[in-house]
């Protein structure tokens, strides 16, 4: 039996989702091995507390992760007599190679859409995201044409754009059609309050807030002696080896980001845990339409999702927070994104 969950409409896209969703990164590659089995119960155990939004990328796993979700919710489906009642996300533009703007043409567009059509056993997508593209894409009137082409042929519901930086937001943020915006978005990466979400909401348009934990740093359970599998991003893209820092760690230097969130764990509200505190402060946050946590466990699929369930965060507490990013996190982020 499921549990309701607060819900709120993804922007453009019309749908209603759980304020807290579920990233299935970890489902595909990146974060040490997760079998299927485990990955299965990870879906299954989100789902139950009342998760509705699955946000998935065609690159995690090679379609992997896309694969293991469209499992699920056919699955879901078929138990429930024709409707899981999900969202599912995905992502394109990361099969390109080399991975540069002139590769984000319709005729990529269709072929990335068709392989997750396939991997995710639909015939229309929910909604496709434009995967961190190289910046100048999001300035270029043929990309937005060949999505709305997409939405005109059937192949997506929707689109929107996950992004690296503020200003690349807001480029989004700017054109008629854009249903969501994917941004880094915690404790440690406060930049977007200032204007994307503002506009944001002004516009229409859904925030998805990714890495809300920091790569976990935001889950207290991390020390300066802590380490991870030599195929956990955590361990090859500190200084950003493979992808954008950025999504390691927030871009918040390791020891650095232990220390910090040995101050944000302090302020944990009796009952609660420190990842919930700081899921809790995204949710928040006025303009974000959900938030999506990973998770390697059913176990932290449960906790993540309680957050959504805890009260809002006390003035003091916000008062704190702020500080401990004023004073230690500040200058290795915010000028960056």
Not at 70 to 85: I, K, Q, S, T, W
Not at 160 to 175: F, N, P, Q, Y
Not at 192 to 208: D, F, K, R, S, T
Not at 330 to 337: M, N, S
Request: with cysteine; charged share 25%.
């Amino acid at each position: 039996m499921s549990t309701t969950m607060e819900s709120r409409t993804l922007g453009r896209t019309g749908r209603s989702v759980g304020v807290v969703g579920l990233g299935c990164w970890q489902l595909g590659a990146d974060w040490g091995e997760v079998t299927e089995e485990t990955a299965h119960g990870v879906l299954a155990a989100a789902v139950d507390a009342g998760v509705t939004f699955l946000d998935t990328a065609d690159v995690y796993g090679d379609g992997r992760s896309e694969r293991l979700v469209g499992a699920f919710v056919a699955e879901r489906a078929r138990e429930r007599g024709g409707d899981a009642g999900l969202t599912v996300a995905t992502k394109m533009g990361r099969r390109a190679d080399p991975h540069v703007a002139e590769a984000y043409t319709l005729d990529a567009f269709r072929a990335w859409t068709d392989r997750s059509r396939e991997n995710l056993g639909v015939d229309t997508l929910d909604l496709v995201q434009l995967h961190c593209p190289p910046t100048a894409v999001l300035s270029t009137d043929a990309v937005y044409d060949a999505l709305d082409t997409l939405v005109e042929e059937g192949r997506t519901a929707a689109y929107g754009v996950s992004v690296e930086t503020v200003d690349e937001a807001m480029a989004a943020i700017a054109r008629p059609h854009v249903a969501s915006v994917q941004i880094i978005l915690n404790v440690f990466r406060r930049k977007p309050l200032e204007q994307v979400l503002p506009a944001a909401a002004e516009a229409g348009v859904g925030i998805i807030a990714r890495v809300p934990l920091a790569s976990g740093l935001l889950s207290g359970k991390y020390d300066e002696t802590t380490t991870f599998a030599a195929d956990d991003h955590r361990t090859y893209n500190r200084r950003g080896e493979a992808f954008d820092v950025g999504e390691t760690f927030s871009g918040v230097p390791f020891e650095v980001g232990v220390e910090a969130a040995r101050e944000v764990a302090s302020l944990t509200p009796a009952g609660a845990t420190t990842a919930a505190l700081a899921l809790r402060w995204i949710v928040d946050q006025p303009g974000v339409s959900t938030v999506i946590p990973g998770a390697r466990t059913p176990d932290q699929a449960r906790a993540n999702a309680a957050a959504a369930a805890l009260a809002p965060l006390d003035a003091a507490t916000l008062d704190a927070l702020r500080d401990v990013y004023d004073r230690s996190i500040r200058e290795h982020v915010h000028d960056r994104w």
